[in-house]
């Protein structure tokens, strides 16, 4: 199937048209753009609005893992690892380019402990019932230490295998927007909502908003509004209605990225004891190693959270205690966090493990419908759940959901090698630019594989507006080596110039932006 091409200006002139929109949807992460192929792919007329680019908050900042979650396990929330799991099945059959079977290893230093994690994963087997991936058993010391070179070996009894799912938080973002496009959606990033419309029975029929690269303002009438915004979600329920109470109790998590040779595996490391409580996981990642996360209680929501000194130590401090050369401060590549949209509690327990990872879906009596919650394994299910609601809600015709079986865009297999596995069949559409022009074979960096062509099919096809939207969410370079990003920077901001037809001021003010952005991702070296 060939690429749908993202192209903004045509998205624009559609939102101007004069029309009823079925559904109208608030927010371009995991769940808004879940809605929009879940929307589309039943045959409503869909669009989707983001105020920043698409992913840009908690969707690229995941632990890119497709998982039931086995500390839900732990925790006795059977109902959301069982449903998770299901996802996850799902995930892999639709979109095989961007998730694949990760097997993880977890270190025992006592036979009690090995016991206790083998009989736990096995409930995690059977859970999975026919999308089972893998069967856990238990592996010898010897085969731990060979299979994680880089673990401690003193008093360790041996481990644990299991197996769960790894993707691409942000491709899979970009593919489902593609997705949404190619099934008749619209979807525009840097567009944000600034008021709901209502009619004269104060019910929403409506959304305005500002296109923030002209300043243009716009509204769209709809018969139904969906709120996803995540951990902004309680901004869009104050423009509804001034007594509103906060949705949302934001959770930092926090991540670092160093060499893979700290692992020196294709496993994945699970740490299952931390000191507050979570597990710490190390996971190859685009040939990098990827260690997180962390769950501090954050007060205030941004698009762009800091981590923490205190969440960079406890990461560093943690993997210390399992592997025998650990990564120090001066190591670290990218550090990046994302805030969890977690119901906000109602007692006085201020612990965010103690409250609910499971979605939360309400309509608020003008029909605003609202969606929080969540993890990236269920989006699926989270919009299926939100389109079903919007069916009552606005009174659309009944449509069956289809995304149990629709295949995301890229699907292919089997699937290549190295990145541009994560391009799926767009891989093609790339090579073709590079037949008609060679010059956009050249590498955008000694250090990394991507080539000009990549640049110019984001702008081309991915809606990629910004230095920052090719380097940190179409390429992934910030979050695995800033520094590197940076080194790539003025070659990039260069080639997309030329595609959006800028000048060299636009190119000198967007890598200033991105140089600022980028500070933010290496951490002091102390």
């Not at 303002?217 to 104050?238: E, P």
């Amino acid at each position: 199937m060939n690429s749908p091409r993202l192209d903004r200006n045509t998205a624009l002139q559609r939102a101007a048209a004069p029309s009823q929109w079925d559904l109208a949807i608030i927010g371009g992460g995991a769940t808004g753009l879940g809605i929009a192929v879940d929307a589309a792919t039943r045959g409503y007329s869909t669009i989707l609005l983001e105020q920043h680019d698409f992913a840009k908050g908690t969707s690229s900042r995941s632990t890119k893992l497709v998982h039931g979650g086995v500390r839900y396990l732990a925790m006795g929330d059977i109902k959301l690892v069982y449903h998770a799991l299901y996802e996850r099945g799902l995930i892999f059959k639709n979109a095989p380019h961007l998730a694949h079977i990760q097997s993880f290893i977890i270190p025992c230093y006592s036979f009690f402990d090995k016991w206790k994690y083998l009989i736990g994963l096995k409930v995690y087997d059977w859970l999975a019932g026919r999308y089972r991936i893998g069967i856990s058993k238990s592996v010898s010391k010897r085969e731990t230490a060979d299979q994680i070179p880089g673990i401690k070996t003193n008093r360790l009894k041996g481990g644990v295998r299991y197996f769960d799912g790894q993707f691409d938080d942000a491709r899979l973002a970009i593919n489902l927007a593609q997705t949404a496009a190619q099934h008749g959606g619209v979807v525009l990033n840097y567009c944000k909502v600034t008021e709901l419309l209502k009619d004269d029975r104060g019910k929403v029929a409506g959304v305005g908003f500002t296109d923030e690269e002209t300043g243009r303002r716009f509204t769209l009438n709809a018969k139904v509004v969906v709120n996803a915004t995540g951990v902004f979600v309680d901004d869009i329920l104050q423009l509804d209605t001034d007594e509103h109470r906060s949705l949302v109790r934001p959770s930092q998590g926090t991540h670092i990225v160093v060499d893979r040779a700290f692992l020196g595996s294709s496993e994945a490391l699970m740490i299952p004891k931390t000191s507050d409580g979570r597990v710490l996981f190390g996971i190859p990642w685009h040939d990098h190693l990827l260690l997180g996360t962390t769950d501090t209680p954050i007060a205030t929501h941004s698009l762009e959270p800091r981590p923490l000194d205190t969440e960079i130590n406890f990461i560093l401090e943690t993997a210390a205690t399992y592997l025998a050369n650990p990564p120090q401060r001066k190591d670290v590549l990218s550090i990046f966090a994302g805030l969890r949209p977690l119901a906000a509690p109602t007692g006085t327990n201020e612990s965010t493990k103690e409250i609910s990872r499971d979605h939360k879906l309400m309509v608020n009596p003008s029909g605003l419908i609202t969606i929080t919650g969540g993890k990236w394994t269920t989006y699926r299910k989270m919009a299926e759940e939100t389109v079903d609601k919007a069916m009552e809600t606005g009174g659309l015709t009944p449509r069956a959901c289809r995304t149990k079986t629709v295949k995301i865009h890229g699907h292919q297999t089997p699937v290549q090698k190295g990145h541009w596995a994560y391009y799926g069949s767009d891989a093609s559409g790339i090579q073709a630019l590079v037949d008609s022009e060679p010059a956009l074979a050249e590498k955008l960096h000694a250090g990394f594989d991507h080539i000009a062509a990549q640049a110019v099919w984001a702008v081309r096809h991915e809606m990629a507006r910004t230095l920052e939207d090719v380097l940190a969410r179409r390429l992934r370079i910030l979050f695995l080596d800033a520094a590197k990003s940076l080194e790539m920077a003025p070659k990039v901001a260069g080639i997309m110039a030329a595609e959006l037809g800028k000048d060299t001021a636009w190119i000198a003010a967007q890598i200033e932006q991105y140089t600022m952005l980028a500070a933010n991702y290496l951490p002091e070296r102390k």
